[in-house]
T-cell receptor, first 114, second 114 residues
Framework: AQSVTQLGSHVSVSEGALVLLRCNYSSSVPPYLFWYVQYPNQGLQLLLKYTSAATLVKGINGFEAEFKKSETSFHLTKPSAHMSDAAEYFCAVSEGTGFQKLVFGTGTRLLVSP | ETGVTQSPTHLIKTRGQQVTLRCSSQSGHNTVSWYQQALGQGPQFIFQYYREEENGRGNFPPRFSGLQFPNYSSELNVNALELDDSALYLC?????????????FGPGTRLTVL
């Protein structure tokens, strides 16, 4: 079974600082990886996904992630944090034969201070 | 284009009761997946429906069942509710059920079991 691990349940940054949210995956086959964001009392919104094309993936709201096979990582970054980025972020890996099951990490809450 | 909608928003039930949650998929999407998100956790895959048939299931007991209708809307039914069933239930729709497809999530139904 495939899995993802998100290091750090909470990450705090100042507005304007670099955002780095960590995700490591475990997979016996080339993985398909996703980052989702969840704002309070809302569902999940896709930020970006890796489907074995370019290793550097650009998403919405200025976020990007780099797939590194040698490190089994897919960390999410944003050069400059904004107050509106405060939310819960989930990394997920896709698995299933004949169907698609997303396996999510436990999430990282991003706190942005002024 | 209408996104994924879910009803009701909130629900309170007592242990042993039965509950039905509803989901309308995004226009043109024929695949619906259901996830359970316990407080402070990432979503857990319950099952997926494709063209009215269940085509994949996670580690949930049979008292969790579902339906998909010809218009691709879906229901999640939970019988004999337990306290641990208290969670946010998320519905997601997608164009296909392949590993690289994007799942679009609804806002969720928060179920409280007393």
């Amino acid at each position: 079974a495939q899995s993802v691990t998100q290091l750090g349940s909470h990450v705090s940054v100042s507005e304007g600082a670099l955002v780095l949210l960590r995700c490591n995956y475990s997979s016996s086959v080339p993985p398909y990886l996703f980052w989702y964001v969840q704002y309070p009392n809302q569902g999940l919104q896709l930020l970006l996904k890796y489907t074995s094309a370019a290793t550097l993936v650009k998403g919405i709201n200025g976020f990007e992630a780099e797939f590194k096979k040698s490190e089994t990582s897919f960390h999410l970054t944003k050069p400059s944090a904004h107050m509106s980025d405060a939310a819960e972020y989930f990394c997920a890996v896709s698995e299933g034969t004949g169907f698609q099951k997303l396996v999510f990490g436990t999430g990282t809450r991003l706190l942005v201070s002024p | 284009e209408t996104g994924v909608t879910q009803s009701p928003t909130h629900l309170i039930k007592t242990r042993g009761q039965q509950v039905t949650l509803r989901c309308s998929s995004q226009s043109g999407h024929n695949t619906v997946s259901w996830y359970q998100q316990a407080l402070g956790q990432g979503p857990q895959f319950i099952f997926q429906y494709y063209r009215e048939e269940e085509n994949g299931r996670g580690n949930f007991p049979p008292r969790f069942s579902g339906l998909q209708f010809p218009n691709y809307s879906s229901e999640l039914n939970v019988n004999a509710l337990e306290l641990d069933d208290s969670a946010l239930y998320l519905c997601a729709s997608s164009l296909k059920q392949t590993s690289t497809d994007t799942q679009y999530f609804g806002p969720g139904t928060r179920l409280t079991v007393l």
